[in-house]
């Protein structure tokens, strides 16, 4: 059964890694239709209010187990899923905010390189800043994984451009971001906590947005299919 469950996990974190990957042509001709923020915020907001059916259907399978639950631990959980999610939305708003930017300053193929390198960046974080031991494996697997992904996505030499120094700091920001998940979602509702996280990237967005921009309902439409 625990077999059965990892296994179950591997596959859907491989699923999560190909629509992260495909995402960026969207992200890169979206700009052709609008700026920056109003891409963010208006993707994270979509992305937040589909979770709410998903949120009632889970909230309605498990409502015995959730009634039984000692109420320290439910407020527990409920307190890191907002915290979390609150957490999660500002480092996922700067990443992806830096990300969203440099796609319109580099290829898809370099972005996906360097944005990729957070693989490496989350041990060595977890090692300066929480003090987590990494396993020798996981190092050779970060050797492994960033060699595949050097030969997959750079096919005419490596230069440094400006897409390309905000993509690495959005490689940054999503290293705190996974450290963040990291630290709240072992006591958190996990879909709940991505919601607001999501909600919580979204609103930093459209603030951003009125702020540097000038969104018009008509370009954000005809952005949809990105």
């Not at 090692?127 to 003090?131: M, V």
């Not at 905000?166 to 290293?175: M, S």
């Not at 947005?209 to 921009?213: A, D, N, R, T």
């Given at each position: 059964m625990?077999?059965?469950?990892?296994?179950?996990?591997s596959?859907?974190?491989?699923l999560?890694?190909?629509?992260?990957g495909?995402?960026f042509?969207?992200?890169?001709?979206?700009?052709?239709?609008?700026?920056?923020?109003?891409?963010?915020?208006?993707?994270?907001?979509?992305?937040?209010?589909?979770?709410?059916?998903?949120?009632?259907?889970?909230?309605?399978r498990?409502?015995?187990?959730?009634?039984?639950?000692?109420?320290?631990?439910?407020?527990?959980?409920?307190?890191?899923?907002?915290v979390?999610?609150i957490?999660c939305?500002?480092?996922?708003?700067?990443?992806?905010s830096?990300?969203q930017?440099?796609?319109?300053?580099?290829?898809v193929?370099?972005?996906?390189?360097?944005?990729?390198?957070?693989?490496v960046?989350v041990?060595?974080a977890g090692?300066?800043?929480?003090?987590k031991?990494?396993?020798?494996?996981?190092?050779?697997?970060?050797a492994?994984a960033?060699?595949?992904m050097?030969?997959?996505?750079i096919?005419?030499?490596?230069?440094?451009?400006?897409?390309?120094v905000?993509?690495?700091?959005?490689?940054?920001?999503?290293?705190?971001h996974?450290l963040?998940i990291?630290?709240?979602?072992?006591?958190?509702?996990?879909?709940?906590?991505?919601?607001?996280q999501?909600?919580?990237?979204?609103?930093?967005?459209c603030i951003a947005?009125?702020?540097?921009?000038e969104?018009?309902?008509?370009a954000?439409?005809?952005?949809?299919?990105?």
């Open positions: 625990e077999q059965k469950k990892s296994m179950g996990s596959l859907m974190m491989m999560t890694a190909f629509i992260f495909i995402a042509v969207a992200q890169s001709d979206g700009m052709n239709y609008v700026g920056g923020f109003t891409f963010v915020g208006c993707r994270y907001l979509l992305a937040g209010t589909v979770l709410l059916p998903v949120i009632a259907a889970f909230r309605k498990d409502q015995s187990a959730w009634e039984a639950m000692d109420p320290g631990k439910r407020a527990r959980c409920n307190r890191n899923s907002l979390g999610g957490c939305g500002i480092c996922l708003f700067i990443g992806t830096l990300q930017f440099g796609v319109a300053y580099t290829t193929a370099k972005a996906g390189f360097i944005t990729s390198l957070y693989i960046m041990p060595l090692l300066l800043f929480l003090h031991r990494v396993a020798r494996n996981v190092w050779v697997g970060v492994l960033l060699a595949g050097y030969l997959l996505c096919k005419e030499g490596f230069s440094v451009e400006t897409g390309d905000l993509v690495l700091l959005c490689a940054v920001g999503f290293t705190f996974i963040t990291d630290h709240f979602a072992p006591e958190a509702d996990g879909i709940l906590m991505s919601s607001i999501f909600y919580t990237t979204g609103v930093l967005g947005m009125f702020l540097v921009e969104p018009h309902w008509d954000i439409l005809a952005a949809r299919v990105s």
